[in-house]
């Protein structure tokens, strides 16, 4: 997993991810105990109802369920970590962006477009590796996380390369059911009004209602911004760092269709499910401007003892800044 060398399931940690599931329990038991319950119990004289009841017991159920398997995966996944490969160990080769005799070296290092500000790869001292492309050191996993977006403690997890779609799909999936609550909800709650019921069973009933507007909403809005960060192949790290400095920062955006497929994976009729992951090893991501090269045009230039002879990047290193620089 990304915990490295340190405790995952401390009590720290446990209570966002226990929190969660309380509210996750309060709303489904709410809304089976005083909606879908008290429809099988009404007097099925008007035909509807019973229909209307099914209807609503296989959506919702459905929906949970899926959301319960986005969230398990979210949490369980590895977010992806640096391999502990010679590539991006201190063995390995450093590779530069000058030009002259400085740099007719043998380049054995994997290509790298985000570099310190001296031209270097950047180096995390903490885990004695090199970093990839939009890779970051997490403090609470103490490990370099492939892609990272955040740190997510509802999750206890990174969110990252290999779990990012499963993440995304669980703010997706958490939305949708509030979202077919409240609606399906309101009816039941409007009804009791007009009826004979105890307290307790009211404030029940109005309380898990309330609470699913509120994570609607507040889920909406993450979900809306989620989805334009990947639509621009941003992640939420990239999208605080770059926007303040643009000049010299590298993007990744290969246009809407290629953006959203290194998120939900490849197969477009599965990007809703918690399945098919992206391809790829989290390690090498094209520049913006740039398409994929073959294999062996890929090998020949990284073997290349003479960089002029190689083709040229389109895209500028990014550098990284001095803070970055001593990491």
């Given at each position: ?5 340190t ?6 940690n446990?209570?966002?991810?226990a929190?969660?599931?309380?509210i ?6 709410t809304?089976v ?15 509807k109802?019973?229909?209307m ?27 992806g970590k640096?391999?502990?490969?010679e ?21 054995i290092?994997?290509l790298c477009?985000?570099v310190k ?23 609470v996993?103490?490990?370099c ?16 390369f290999r ?13 949708l059911?509030?979202l077919?609550?409240?609606?399906s909800?309101a009816?039941t ?10 307290i307790?069973?009211r ?5 898990g209602l309330?609470?699913?507007v509120?994570?609607g ?17 941003l992640t ?13 920062a590298?993007?990744?955006?290969q246009?809407l269709f ?12 599965l ?10 090893d ?5 520049p913006?401007?740039e398409?994929k ?15 002029e002879?190689?083709?040229?990047p389109?895209?500028?290193?990014e ?7 001593s990491?």
């Amino acid at each position: 997993m990304a915990f490295r060398h340190t405790s995952r399931w401390t009590f720290t940690n446990v209570l966002p991810v226990a929190f969660v599931l309380g509210i996750i329990a309060i709303i489904w038991l709410t809304y089976v105990g005083f909606h879908l319950l008290r429809i099988h119990r009404i007097d099925e004289a008007d035909p509807k109802l019973p229909q209307m009841n099914l209807v609503e017991v296989l959506v919702s159920q459905g929906l949970a369920l899926v959301m319960m398997v986005c969230f398990v995966r979210a949490v369980m996944t590895d977010p992806g970590k640096v391999p502990d490969t010679e590539d991006w160990t201190r063995n390995s080769g450093n590779r530069r962006r000058g030009r002259g005799a400085a740099v007719e070296e043998v380049v054995i290092s994997p290509l790298c477009h985000e570099v310190k500000q001296n031209g270097d790869r950047r180096f995390c001292n903490k885990c004695a590796k090199y970093k990839p492309d939009r890779c970051h050191h997490c403090r609470v996993c103490n490990s370099c996380v492939l892609r990272m977006d955040h740190h997510c403690p509802w999750i206890a997890n990174c969110v990252g390369f290999r779990n990012h779609k499963y993440f995304f799909l669980l703010v997706f999936y958490c939305f949708l059911n509030c979202l077919f609550i409240v609606v399906s909800m309101a009816s039941t709650v409007l009804a009791s009004t007009n009826e004979e019921m105890d307290i307790t069973s009211r404030f029940a009933m109005v309380f898990g209602l309330t609470l699913a507007v509120i994570m609607g909403g507040l889920l909406g809005s993450f979900f809306t911004f989620h989805c334009w960060l990947n639509s621009q192949a941003l992640t939420t790290i990239e999208f605080c760092e770059k926007t303040s400095n643009m000049s010299r920062a590298v993007f990744y955006d290969q246009g809407l269709f290629e953006n959203l497929r290194a998120v939900l994976g490849p197969h477009v009729l599965l990007w809703l499910l918690p399945v098919s992951p992206p391809l790829g090893d989290g390690l090498t991501f094209l520049p913006q401007g740039e398409s994929k090269v073959p294999a062996s045009d890929m090998g020949d230039t990284l073997l290349s003892s003479k960089p002029e002879e190689s083709e040229a990047p389109t895209a500028a290193p990014e550098v990284t800044g001095a803070k970055e620089a001593s990491v």
